[in-house]
């Protein structure tokens, strides 16, 4: 579980991410979300901070916890009212900016881009879901990665581009593509992983690996 000291300090996190992301001097006080002012428009993208501007301007409320035991996920209000509740699973994403490899930024699938990820999900973009192709077909992303890949392409070359929405779940690691050459190494070994021969050589770059333990979309190649 996590205790009131170490949610402080993942707020901070979050907020210090997001202030990177957006250029803007952001923190929380009184547990709401407060802008003190742009501090850079350089090396930030614009799409985030639109985005987090539009949530703090909003009318409805986006909430945010944190969580060790179920997976990162948002939960809508069922009243119809604009409020929407997301839950960050801080090992999962410590697991994720962990094994995300060394030719890629560290916060490209950290506690920042992670609840952007989710914020698709909220009243903010409509409740986005995942589509079928996304979660069953390794290779395919929708419409919530589509953006976070806007924003990543607005960071920089070494943000990548998240090619795939499911897993790849080799010995014991889940691999997410990062770009195209990673990908297209991962969809050359499919075949085999495909006849239950998991003694393929994965990229090394480009990618993030983390423990298939950790609790997170997998692809069943079965
Ligand atoms: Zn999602």
């Given amino acids: 579980m996590v205790g009131n000291q170490n949610k402080a300090d993942i707020t901070k996190q979050l907020t210090d991410e997001w202030s990177k992301l957006t250029g803007l001097d952001l923190s929380v006080v009184d547990g709401e979300l407060v802008n003190g002012g742009v501090t850079t428009n350089k090396g930030i993208s614009k799409t985030a901070r639109k985005e987090i501007l539009d949530m703090i301007e909003s009318d409805g409320n986006v909430y945010i916890d944190f969580t060790t035991v179920s997976a990162s996920e948002t939960k809508n209000a069922s009243d119809g009212s604009k409020n929407s509740f997301i839950t960050l699973n801080v090992e999962t994403i410590a697991g994720q900016v962990a094994g995300t490899s060394k030719d890629l930024n560290k916060m490209t699938s950290g506690m920042g881009m992670t609840a952007l ?28 990665d589509k953006r976070m890949n806007q924003i990543r392409s607005e960071m920089g070359v070494n943000w990548g581009q998240r090619l795939s929405y499911t897993y790849l779940g080799v010995q014991g690691y889940n691999y997410t593509p990062m770009n195209s050459a990673s990908l297209k190494a991962m969809q050359n070994v499919l075949p085999q992983l495909m006849k239950g021969n998991q003694n393929v050589k994965m990229p090394s770059m480009g990618v993030i690996k983390q423990k298939s333990s950790i609790i997170g979309k997998v692809l069943g190649y079965d």
Wanted: avoid cysteine; glycine fraction near 14%; charged fraction near 25%.
């Fill in 117 to 144: 990820h989710e914020m698709g999900h909220t009243f903010l973009h409509g409740k986005l879901p995942h589509s079928d192709a996304e979660m069953k077909k390794f290779g395919v992303i929708g419409d919530i």
